[in-house]
């Protein structure tokens, strides 16, 4: 497995400046828990006496993916977080979550603290996260996650453009009403040879079972998250009664849940968040968990900017990320990112080298997309 991440020379924290920003999406992106027009979230400048980093925290405006949102994680990032990193008086990125575990759940916000640091002091050291996290690739393949649409033309044009432009993976978004027509549509129109896979969202029931065995002509990578996020062992069950292999998304919110899902056969597939998970640790730990088990994993997105892709792209530098991820181009969400865009290149990501995340926000660019800014201070008053 990979090795422990140590400190560097160890970096104070300061403060932290709340950006929340807003984004336009070059396309609306419906899943089955509602459609999103613009993304919402908050980039945090973690400041420390000798680097500055950043944080994404990717909660959305509503909770409708997990129970996190944006004005919740301001608050208690504000209210709990910053104040107990500053109590603690934590010089490392590994002193995060230790720091932090009093306090339950929140682990978007957590995540996106314990980022900022990182990345502080990695600058600092001179260090990139690719290096930090064990990454053993220089590029990695990208996949590409299709929102539910309109009608099937209009989904095989999407899926066309996205073939065209490199994507080695599709993943479609279903619900009851939208799963084995579309499947078939995509399948009859581009061929056997596209890796495909389908993602619910929590979707479906247990009774849903033989309509979703209805997939197994379709020869899919995977089906994510059928069921509800605390059904485990309904996906358990599911599993049995499809041939389709379960893969577990919002059900998998630590190392610990991942390897009981993992003994209890609920998933033979793990996407790994670092929002959901707390933080890029975690996921690395899930990671490692994963591997000792021989269980794929796979990175997921929740549309992150160029700051957040770029960490994404380096945690699926690891060497148990064997399956594609929704580690999409920068142009696939947005028109004009806050970092320098990430581009496709043969179906592939670059993993940045530079210092800590190796991009950093455009001034300008930032600005534009900020509608909110705050100052925490990191006292203990
Ligand atoms: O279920 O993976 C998901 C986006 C927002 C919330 C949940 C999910 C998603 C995606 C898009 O599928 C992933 C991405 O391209 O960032
Ligand atoms: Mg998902």
């Known amino acids: 497995m990979t090795g422990p991440i140590t400190g560097p020379a160890g970096v104070r924290l300061e403060g932290v400046e709340l950006r929340h920003v807003s984004l336009p999406l070059v396309a609306p992106f419906r899943t089955s828990f509602g459609t999103q027009t613009t993304r919402d979230l908050l980039l945090l400048r973690v400041v420390t006496d000798r680097a500055e980093g950043w944080g994404e925290c990717v909660v959305m405006a509503s909770p409708l993916y997990s129970s996190e949102y944006v004005a919740g994680a301001a608050d208690v990032l504000r209210r709990f977080l910053v104040p107990a990193l500053a109590a603690a008086d934590v ?3 590994v002193e995060v979550g230790p720091a932090l575990a009093a306090i339950k759940g929140h682990r978007m916000a957590k995540a996106a603290l314990e980022m900022g ?3 502080a002091e990695l600058r600092a050291a001179g260090r990139s996260f690719g290096r930090e996290l064990g990454a053993v690739r220089e590029r990695v393949p990208c996949g590409v996650s299709v929102g539910i649409m309109d009608s099937i033309p209009a989904l095989l044009d999407a899926v066309g453009g996205y ?4 994507y080695v993976r599709i993943k479609l978004k279903i619900e009851p009403g939208w799963d084995v027509e579309p499947v078939r549509a995509v399948r009859e129109k581009h ?3 596209v890796l495909l896979q389908v993602a619910a969202n929590t979707a479906y029931t247990l009774a849903d079972a033989s309509h979703l065995a209805r997939l197994h002509p379709f020869d899919l990578l995977l089906i994510e998250q059928p069921l509800e996020e605390e059904d485990v062992l309904g996906h358990a069950d599911l599993a049995r009664l499809i041939r389709t292999p379960v893969c577990l998304d919002e059900s998998i919110v630590s190392a610990q849940s991942a390897a009981a899902a993992i003994r209890l056969g609920a ?3 793990v996407n790994i968040k670092p929002g959901r998970v707390g933080g890029y640790l975690e996921a690395r730990r899930i990671h490692d968990v994963c591997a000792a088990h021989g269980v794929p994993v796979w990175c997921g997105g929740m549309l992150e900017t160029g700051l957040g892709r770029a960490a994404n792209v380096a945690l699926a530098a690891l060497p148990g990320f064997t399956l594609p991820g ?8 947005y028109r004009t990112d806050v970092t320098e865009p990430f581009v496709l290149e043969d179906g592939q990501l670059a993993v940045p080298r530079g210092p800590g995340l190796g991009v950093t926000p455009i001034p ?6 900020t509608t909110a800014v705050e100052w925490i201070p990191a006292t203990t008053a």
Do not use: N, P
């Open 163 to 166: 073939l065209a432009e490199g």
């Open 91 to 93: 010089r490392s990125a």
């Open 267 to 269: 998933c033979s597939i």
């Open 117 to 119: 640091l990182l990345d």
């Open 364 to 369: 300008d660019r930032l600005e534009a997309v």
């Open 191 to 193: 061929g056997d040879d």
């Open 326 to 333: 929704d580690t999409s181009a920068s142009g696939r969400y």
